[in-house]
């Protein structure tokens, strides 16, 4: 629990890191917000510091709907309303429930439900508003994956975790081809299978085969989904350090309609390379957080 003065200078150090690094996206996903005050809180920093520096005011917008973490964490949205339109906001699956395999007692299948974003950003060229779909996820960890005392449990959520996503993308999909989905977030899960099971790879609709994982997946979705990770220089593949261990499990996937307009894809270095000493000095933006913030960048006009 941080104290008030704690908290401000948090939000501070969040709100300079957003600014000069991140250069104020137009949307990002957040994981691990208290609650939806806390988020307008730091929206308003961000706010308020911007005009100060030199920069334009973004006018950023909160948005998050409380999910079944039983520590109070949910994901959330900040939107630049200065430049985007938000067209609906809406959480998923929150109610979904699976049998514990341990216990045969039905537990929420979503801890920090998944929260879809639709909006538009008007295009100046087509005089069109460039729409799109996003959705910021924060899954199950890896604690208890491999206690014998847990692990049937935590390894059957995140397969079922992986599924919910694979289902909920192909049936957008199937309704529309055409619809510029991204999925985002903390998937705490890597971009290849991990021999127990491939969280990632069901959800980008290549799930490893059945002969090759314990815990295998059906393939649910068509047409696949492209993880941005894959397509950057390994030695650049990791956003987060554990026992020392770099390795990337915050990912940006994307449908095939938004293939063409991507831009780039990168980390923000401000954080798995620093010293966690970093985040008591108020002078350093670094080590906010313990993971590197996935970047997206798109272009209006297909290349």
Same mark, same amino acid.
């Given at each position: 629990m941080l104290t008030t003065d704690a908290f401000n200078r948090r939000l501070k150090k969040v709100s300079m890191a957003i600014r000069d690094y991140l250069q104020t996206p137009d949307v990002i996903g957040t994981v691990e917000v208290? +609650?939806?005050?806390? $988020?307008?809180? $730091?929206? +308003?920093?961000? =706010?308020?510091?911007?005009?100060?520096a030199g920069k334009p005011n973004p006018k950023y917008?909160? *948005?998050?709907i409380e999910g =079944?973490?039983?520590?109070?964490? +949910? /994901?959330?949205?900040? /939107?630049?309303?200065?430049? !985007?339109?938000?067209v609906e906001v809406k959480q998923l699956g929150k109610n979904e429930k699976f049998k514990k395999p341990d216990t045969g007692e039905d537990e929420f299948l979503n801890d920090r439900p998944p %929260?879809?974003?639709?909006?538009?950003?008007?295009?100046?060229?087509?005089g069109k508003?460039?729409?799109?779909?996003?959705? !910021? =996820?924060? $899954?199950?960890?890896? %604690?208890? *994956?491999n206690d014998p005392k847990q692990m049937a449990n935590v390894r059957l959520k995140k397969k079922l975790q992986a599924e919910f996503l694979a289902r909920t993308v192909a049936e957008r999909l199937k309704a529309d081809p055409n619809e510029r989905i991204a999925l985002l977030g903390d998937f705490n899960a890597f971009q290849f299978n991990d021999g127990v099971m491939d969280v990632v790879g069901t959800i980008k609709g290549k799930p490893t085969p059945k002969d090759s994982v314990m815990m295998a997946s059906d393939d649910l979705l068509d047409p696949d989904l492209t993880d941005l990770v894959d397509v950057i220089k390994p030695e650049e593949r990791y956003s987060y350090t554990f026992d020392g261990n770099a390795q990337a499990i915050d990912h940006i996937l994307i449908s095939p309609a938004l293939v063409n307009y991507v831009k780039g894809f990168g980390y923000a270095r401000v954080n798995a390379d620093y010293p966690e000493v970093f985040r008591n000095d108020d002078k350093r933006v670094e080590r906010y957080s313990d993971h590197d913030p996935a970047i997206a960048y798109f272009s209006l006009d297909p290349k």
């Open positions: 208290e +609650d939806l005050s806390a $988020l307008k809180r $730091l929206a +308003d920093q961000i =706010n308020d510091d911007a005009v100060p917008e909160a *948005y998050l =079944n973490d039983g520590r109070g964490v +949910d /994901v959330g949205f900040l /939107v630049k309303s200065a430049r !985007v339109r938000v %929260l879809l974003l639709r909006a538009s950003i008007d295009d100046a060229k087509t508003p460039f729409e799109f779909m996003l959705i !910021v =996820n924060h $899954l199950k960890s890896m %604690l208890g *994956y």
